[in-house]
């Protein structure tokens, strides 16, 4: 399974943009990009997915880069319910599993 | 749609003891999750079912893990003479077939304690 490179911590302030990195350098051409974020006491949630071009939805932008070796989660303002742990995590579409690989995730930190 | 609940949300036992664990997925869900989650570390996978069937088991899952979803809806998770390193959060998900990339929906686990 393709590992991916995260930062431990971030911090941001209230109502900035918040652009968290992830390093994929040994991606695969059949592997997408997802993003999910564990606020404290929860189970993960989904935020964002892509594979080779930009993703915007209401919760967020995807960026990827255009060798795919990393990718950018850009969350436009953040809010104080967006501090959590950020994770990404790449699943390939051709293996024929459906199970996430986790690493430890950057921990969102927002400051009011 | 009120999303995928666990039962118990917590649970204490002793060292020995079995315990058992359920989770009811998010209606026609046909995929169905367990992850075991440590403290500061992400979720690690333990196995996945489709419909009935457990399709892929993790190394994790040693002989005292046992899952089943005998009808395809909800899934109990098992563990036989707890030991202390079994404290964790156990994290169940659900995800639709059809889709490729569909998302896996979390319930909000189950967190034991083995003293």
């Known amino acids: 399974d393709a590992k991916t490179t995260q930062p431990n911590s971030m911090e941001s302030n209230e109502e900035e943009p918040v652009h968290l990195p992830c390093n994929h350098s040994?991606?695969?051409?059949?592997?997408?990009i997802h993003w999910y974020r564990q606020l404290p006491s929860q189970g993960p949630e989904y935020v964002i997915h892509g594979l080779t071009s930009n993703v915007n939805n209401r919760m967020a932008s995807l960026a990827i880069a255009e060798d795919r070796k990393s990718s950018t989660l850009i969350l436009h303002r953040a809010t104080l319910r967006d501090a959590a742990v950020y994770y990404c995590?790449?699943?390939?579409?051709?293996?024929?599993?459906?199970?996430?690989?986790f690493g430890t995730g950057t921990r969102l930190k927002v400051l009011a | 749609d009120t999303g995928v609940s666990q039962n118990p949300r917590h649970k204490i036992t002793k060292r020995g003891q079995n315990v058992t664990f359920r989770c009811d997925p998010i209606s026609e869900h046909n995929r169905l999750y367990w992850y075991r989650q440590t403290l500061g570390q992400g979720p690690e996978f333990l196995t996945y079912?489709?419909?009935?069937?457990?399709?892929?088991k993790s190394r994790l899952l040693s002989d005292r893990f046992s899952a089943e979803r005998p009808k395809g809806s909800f899934s109990t998770l098992e563990i036989q003479r707890t030991e202390q390193g079994d404290s964790a959060m156990y994290l169940c998900a659900s995800s639709i077939s059809g889709r490729a990339q569909s998302e896996q929906f979390f319930g909000p686990g189950t967190r034991l304690t083995v003293l």
């Open positions: 995590i790449l699943r390939d579409v051709g293996s024929g599993t459906y199970k996430y690989i």
């Open positions: 079912f489709q419909n009935e069937a457990q399709l892929e």
């Open positions: 040994t991606i695969s051409g059949t592997d997408y």
